[in-house]
């Protein structure tokens, strides 16, 4: 059993790659072998629209055949069992290198046909990691979570299993005292750090152990 998570942030150490790791300590505890890849590592492009991918009789069906650095990273994840893609939350969106691994993922496995059938032959699990700046409350009234319903429920419709996380309210700078940043309040957010993380923490070990189980 083999679980890969993608880090689609610039950092290695923050909050997005914190739930990663212990994501892959959930899948570690139910016998998972574990993997971690950073995008922002690796030079590659989003999708270059050739189509290679469409043609029939295609040398590998499901797996992008534009050669670039994330080639080896794309097999890997055709190869796993489960997969946990990590990103922070920039202008609506997953950051950018995340929404290009999306694209060289999930468009070779889409057909053209009725329905829009996937080309798997057997189903991977995968989990979604989002953090924000946003409080939870935002999150849940303003429709701001619809946003990210989409790619979920694509991956879900392709890949089988998928399960999205929210990390909200989160830190960005150890301190606030020496940014343009008026709009949030230093001890408020790291009061949320200190008590709401720590439950992230463990919502992301129970996903990575969720995972491993769906994928059996």
């Not at 892959?24 to 991918?53: M, P, Q, R, W």
């Not at 070779?108 to 939870?136: A, F, Q």
Request: with cysteine; hydrophobic share 40%; aromatic share 12%.
């Amino acid at each position: 059993m083999k679980v890969i998570a993608i880090n689609g942030s610039p950092r290695k150490t923050k909050n997005t790659a914190t739930l990663l790791t212990k994501a892959l300590e959930g899948a570690a505890s139910k016998g998972a072998s574990t993997e971690i890849v950073h995008l922002y590592d690796i030079n590659f492009k989003g999708c270059v629209s050739c189509f290679a991918c469409k043609i029939k009789d295609c040398a590998r069906p499901g797996i992008c055949l534009y050669k670039d650095d994330i080639t080896a990273v794309l097999e890997k994840c055709m190869e796993a069992d489960a997969i946990i893609l990590g990103s922070p939350i920039y202008f609506w969106d997953v950051a950018g290198e995340m929404r290009s691994f999306i694209e060289r993922m999930m468009f070779p496995v889409l057909t053209y046909t009725e329905g829009y059938k996937g080309l798997l032959e057997r189903k991977i699990p995968v989990g979604l990691i989002y953090t924000m700046n946003v409080t939870e409350e935002f999150l849940q009234t303003s429709g701001y979570k619809s946003l990210f319903e989409p790619a979920r429920a694509g991956l879900e419709r392709l890949f089988g299993h998928s399960e999205a996380l929210y990390a909200y309210d989160t830190v960005q700078f150890d301190d606030y005292s020496k940014y343009f940043c008026t709009v949030f309040d230093e001890n408020k957010k790291k009061q949320a750090q200190q008590q709401q993380f720590p439950i992230d923490c463990e919502n992301a070990f129970a996903m990575g152990a969720r995972l491993v189980a769906n994928a059996v």
